[in-house]
Nanobody, 129 residues
Framework: QVQLVESGGGLVRAGGSLRLSCAASEHTFSRSFSTYHLGWFRQTPGTEREFVAA????????VYADSVKGRFTISRDNAKKMVYLQMNSLKPEDTADYYCVADNELITVDTRPAFVDYWGKGTHVTVSS
């Protein structure tokens, strides 16, 4: 059982920045944290969770949804068992619940939420206009 805990959400004005963090529970990974692929999804009321960004276990390869490309940056620190999402130039349409995820398989822009292995409980981001 993998436990992921997000933090860093909050209220920010359009154009501002937030950094989301996600901590993995040290004792619940069946294998080394560094071998999991990690990512972020987001969800607004009445919609399906949508892919935001993902980073491979190597930390070298990352992918982004077109809607956040150039504004968001995903990163990971395997030693600390952390994954981050730096969000700049925020827009009101970025308002959502943001979820940290981990998966045994590579996470891509086409990854369906139903096939993601592990989820955090989410952190809420509100961007005011």
């Amino acid at each position: 059982q993998v436990q992921l805990v997000e933090s860093g959400g909050g209220l920010v004005r359009a154009g501002g920045s937030l950094r989301l963090s996600c901590a993995a529970s040290e004792h619940t990974f069946s294998r080394s944290f560094s071998t999991y692929h990690l990512g972020w999804f987001r969800q607004t009321p009445g919609t399906e969770r949508e892919f935001v960004a993902a980073i491979a276990w190597t930390g070298v390869t990352s992918v982004y949804a077109d809607s956040v490309k150039g504004r968001f940056t995903i990163s990971r620190d395997n030693a600390k068992k952390m994954v981050y999402l730096q969000m700049n130039s925020l827009k009101p349409e970025d308002t959502a619940d943001y979820y940290c995820v981990a998966d045994n398989e590579l996470i891509t822009v086409d990854t369906r939420p139903a096939f993601v292995d592990y989820w955090g409980k989410g952190t809420h981001v509100t961007v005011s206009s």
